[in-house]
C-alpha cells in the first residue's frame, strides 16, 4: 500500500494536543480582548447576507482576487497564502488517521498530499523570499517595515524549511519506497547520507519537536500581530458593503434625541468601523492609489486608519485604568475587561485623551480627500475609508462650523439659489429653452426627465455638452423634458463635503417636484447627479429609473435610432477616454463610453490610470468647489497622463471632469495639442 509510518521515531507525539490547546488559548484571548476594543463602537447588523458573505469568501479569500490586481505582492501572497492551506490540510489527514483511526493517509490521496505539500510548500517558501526582497531591498514607499513584520517572516520560513528538513532526514534514515513523491525532502535527503543512523534518529527528533513549538507559537501569536489579518481579512470580506457603494449613513434631523450630527469620537462610529481598523493588513495600496497623496498632500488613507487603529487602543488602556481607578462601580465585575464595561463609560475628554479630529488626524486630511474611492476599489479586504471622512467632514460642519472658507460660499448659494454658482434661479432653465428644450409643465407626456444639472444649465463650457446632448435626443426622436427652474443642485457637494442638513433640504424639495411630475425615469449628463438621485434618492422617497447619457446614448445607437456618419474632420484621430469616479468605481461604467467612441470612428488609446483605476480629476467630495493649496493640483497630473500618449483628443463623461481637464490643459499650455469632449459633443459633430 502507498503510505508511509506516522509518527515515525517520535514519542509521546499526544503532548501536541496539550500544546495546540495552549496555542489556541492563546489566540482566543487574543481575539477576545480585541473583540471588547470593538465594542466601545456603535451597533451596526452586518449579517443580513450569509449567501452573499460565503461567496465573498470563496472569491476574494480563498481564490484572492483582489489580492491579485497588483501582481509582485498578489502572486507573492498567493504562495504564502495556498502553501498554508495545503499544508494544514496534509496535517488534518495526518492527524484524522493517526488520532482518530480514520483510514485515509494512502493510496492516491497519499500521493495527492505528498506532491502538493512540496509543491505548494516550496511555492510558499518562494512567495516569502519575494517578501523578504521586497521589504527589506525594493523598500517601496507604501510598506512600512516594522520589528513585527521581520520577526513574523522569519518565524514562517524557520517552520516551512524544518518542515522539508524533518522530510529529508526522515528519508535519509528509514528507506522509503514512496519517498519520490515528497520530492523536496527526497532531494535533500542526500544531504544527510553520511550521518550515522544514532545521528539521524536524534536530528529528526529534534527538529520534529523544534517544529511543532515553532508551529503552535505561530497560532498563538496570530492575533498578536500583523497576520491577525488571517482571521479578521476573512471576517471583513464576508461583512462587506454590498449593493451601491458610498451611500452616507442618513441623520435624522427630526429625532429629537440626537444632540450631535457627525462623529467627532470613536465611540460613536459603529463597531464595524472599529473593526476594520484591526482588519487592514498596512499593504499600502490604499495609498499607492490616492490622488491626494500621490499629489503631495499629507493624506494617507492606510495612515488614517492606522492611526484609528493606535487611538483605540489607547482609548481601551485608558478605560481600563480608569476602571480600576474606581472599583466601587465595578464590584460585581470579573476581569479587567469586565471591570470596563461595568463602569459608565467616560469620553475621551474625561480620559485626557488626544482629540480624534485635529489631533489624530489632521483637518486638512480630511478636507484633501475626492472621495474617488479609489483606495477600497484596491483594498484587498474591504476596509471602508471614505465613509469615515465624510461622518468627520460632517461633524465640522454642522457642530463646529469649521470648513474652508470656500465651502462657505458654494453653500450659500446652493441654499439661496439652488445653484453652487449663486447665478438666480428663476434663469436656471433660460439656455435649454432658448435651443427649443420644452418643461415638463408644457409637455407632462415626456417619456424621459432630462436633468441638466447645475453644469449643464449654468456653466458655459458645459452647456455646450447639453446642446450637444439635446441635439442627440431629437435627432433620436426622443420625447422628453426638463424641470426647468424647478430644478434645484442634486445636493452631491454639500452631502460630500458635510452639510447633511443642505443636502437634505435640496433632496427632499427635488423629490417632491418630481414626484408632483409623475417622473419615472431620468437621464443626467453628471455622474455626481448620476449617482445621487439613482442610488441616494430612494431613501428619501424618491424612487426613479436613472441613467447617465453615455448609456441612454448606447441604447440609442444599439436600437439604430442613432446614425453617424463617420467621414467628418474627426476620423482618424485618437482619443484617450478619461473614467469618471462617480461614472466607473461607484457604478461600474466602463464600457458604454468606449463603445460610443468606437462607433464613432475614433481610435481609443488607455491612459496608464483607466477603468477601476482610473486617476481622479481631483474635483469629486466637493472639492470642485474648494481650493487645491497643498501639493500639486491633481487635475494637471492626470492631464499629464493624457498628454504622455500623444493623444488628439480627452474623451470626458462628466462634467467636473471636463472643467478639470480644460484647466490642466490651459495650466499646461497645450490647448494646440489637444482638447477635452463630452462624449456627447463628439457625437454631436458626427450625426448624421
Not at 300 to 316: F, L
Not at 398 to 410: D, I, Y
Not at 449 to 472: E, H, I, M, T
Not at 668 to 677: F, N, P, W
Request: hydrophobic letters at 40%.
Amino acid at each position: 500500500m502507498i503510505t508511509r509510518e506516522l509518527y515515525w521515531n517520535i514519542h509521546g507525539h499526544w503532548l501536541v494536543y496539550p500544546l495546540f490547546l495552549i496555542a489556541v488559548g492563546f489566540l482566543v484571548y487574543g481575539y477576545y480582548k480585541r473583540l471588547h476594543l470593538w465594542k466601545m463602537g456603535q451597533p451596526e447588523n452586518r449579517w443580513q447576507d450569509i449567501k452573499a458573505g460565503i461567496k465573498d469568501l470563496v472569491v476574494y479569500g480563498l481564490f484572492q482576487k483582489r489580492v491579485l490586481k497588483d501582481p509582485f505582492p498578489g502572486v507573492m501572497h498567493v504562495f504564502i497564502f495556498w502553501g498554508f492551506v495545503i499544508l494544514a490540510f496534509a496535517t488534518t489527514i495526518v492527524a484524522l488517521q493517526a488520532d482518530l483511526g480514520m483510514n485515509l493517509f494512502h493510496g492516491g490521496l497519499y500521493v495527492f498530499i505528498k506532491l502538493s505539500a512540496n509543491l505548494f510548500g516550496l511555492l510558499a517558501i518562494v512567495g516569502l523570499l519575494m517578501a523578504i526582497w521586497r521589504r527589506y531591498i525594493t523598500k517601496p514607499d507604501r510598506l512600512d517595515n516594522k520589528m513585527d513584520d521581520g520577526i513574523l517572516l522569519a518565524l514562517i520560513l524557520i517552520i516551512l524549511v524544518t518542515g522539508f528538513l524533518i522530510q529529508a532526514v526522515r528519508m535519509a534514515a528509514k528507506p522509503d519506497p514512496w519517498a519520490i513523491y515528497g520530492f523536496a525532502g527526497y532531494w535533500m535527503a542526500s544531504l544527510f547520507q553520511g550521518m550515522s543512523p544514532e545521528s539521524l534518529g536524534a536530528f529528526h527528533r529534534f527538529l520534529w519537536w523544534f517544529h511543532l513549538v515553532l508551529a503552535m507559537t505561530f497560532i498563538g501569536y496570530l492575533p498578536y500581530s500583523k497576520l491577525s489579518h488571517i482571521v479578521l481579512g476573512l471576517a471583513n470580506q464576508f461583512m462587506r458593503k454590498r449593493g451601491p457603494i458610498g451611500i452616507p449613513e442618513t441623520i435624522d434631523f427630526e429625532d429629537e434625541s440626537l444632540e450631535t450630527f457627525g462623529k467627532s469620537r470613536l465611540t460613536e462610529f459603529s463597531w464595524k468601523t472599529l473593526f476594520n481598523t484591526d482588519a487592514c493588513i498596512r499593504c499600502g495600496r490604499c495609498q499607492d492609489n490616492c490622488p491626494a497623496y500621490l499629489s503631495g498632500k499629507h493624506l494617507s488613507p492606510k495612515r488614517v486608519i492606522q492611526d484609528m487603529r493606535v487611538y483605540m487602543e489607547e482609548m481601551g488602556e485608558a478605560r481600563q485604568k480608569h476602571a480600576t481607578a474606581n472599583p466601587a462601580s465595578a464590584a460585581s465585575a470579573q476581569g479587567a475587561e469586565e471591570v470596563a464595561a461595568a463602569v459608565e463609560a467616560p469620553t475621551e475628554e474625561e480620559l485626557g485623551l488626544r482629540a480624534l479630529i485635529g489631533e489624530v488626524i489632521p483637518e486638512e486630511d480630511l478636507w484633501a480627500c475626492t472621495t474617488c474611492r479609489s483606495c477600497e476599489q484596491q483594498c484587498p479586504i474591504f476596509v471602508e475609508h471614505v465613509d469615515k471622512t465624510i461622518d468627520m467632514r460632517r461633524n465640522l460642519v454642522l457642530m463646529e462650523s469649521r470648513f474652508p472658507s470656500e465651502a462657505q460660499l458654494a453653500f450659500k448659494n446652493m441654499e439661496n439659489n439652488g445653484n453652487p454658482w449663486g447665478i438666480g434661479w428663476t434663469s436656471r432653465a433660460d439656455f435649454l429653452t432658448g435651443i427649443g428644450v420644452k418643461t415638463i409643465e408644457e409637455n407632462p407626456e415626456a417619456e424621459i426627465l432630462y436633468w441638466p444639472g447645475c453644469s449643464g444649465a449654468y456653466d458655459a463650457r458645459n452647456q455646450k455638452v447639453s446642446a450637444a446632448f439635446v441635439k442627440l435626443m431629437q435627432k433620436a426622436d426622443v420625447n422628453f423634458a426638463i424641470l426647468g427652474n424647478e430644478e434645484k443642485c442634486c445636493g452631491d457637494s454639500a452631502r460630500k463635503l458635510g452639510n447633511e442638513y443642505l443636502f437634505y433640504s435640496l433632496a427632499t424639495e427635488n423629490i417632491e417636484v418630481m414626484n408632483g411630475h409623475g417622473v419615472k425615469k431620468i437621464v443626467t449628463q453628471c455622474p455626481h447627479c448620476f449617482n445621487i438621485l439613482k442610488n441616494e434618492y430612494p431613501e428619501f422617497g424618491g424612487k426613479y429609473e436613472v441613467i447617465h447619457h453615455t448609456e441612454y446614448l448606447n441604447e440609442l445607437v444599439q436600437s439604430g435610432r442613432l446614425q453617424f456618419n463617420n467621414t467628418s474632420a474627426n476620423d482618424q484621430k485618437t482619443i484617450t477616454y478619461h473614467d469618471s469616479c462617480y461614472l466607473g468605481r461607484y457604478n461600474e461604467i466602463y464600457t458604454q463610453p468606449r463603445e460610443l467612441l468606437k462607433v464613432a470612428g475614433l481610435e481609443v488609446r488607455e491612459m496608464a490610470h483607466n477603468h477601476e483605476k482610473s486617476f481622479c480629476c481631483g474635483a469629486g467630495g466637493g472639492r470642485m468647489w474648494l481650493e487645491e493649496k497643498e501639493g500639486e493640483h491633481i487635475n494637471n497630473m492626470r492631464t499629464d497622463e493624457a498628454l504622455k500618449i500623444g493623444v488628439d483628443l480627452v474623451g470626458t463623461a462628466c462634467p467636473f471632469c471636463l472643467t478639470m481637464i480644460n484647466d490642466g490643459i490651459a495650466a499646461r499650455e497645450a490647448e494646440e495639442k489637444v482638447k477635452a469632449l463630452d462624449i456627447a459633443e463628439i457625437l454631436a459633430m458626427k450625426v448624421s
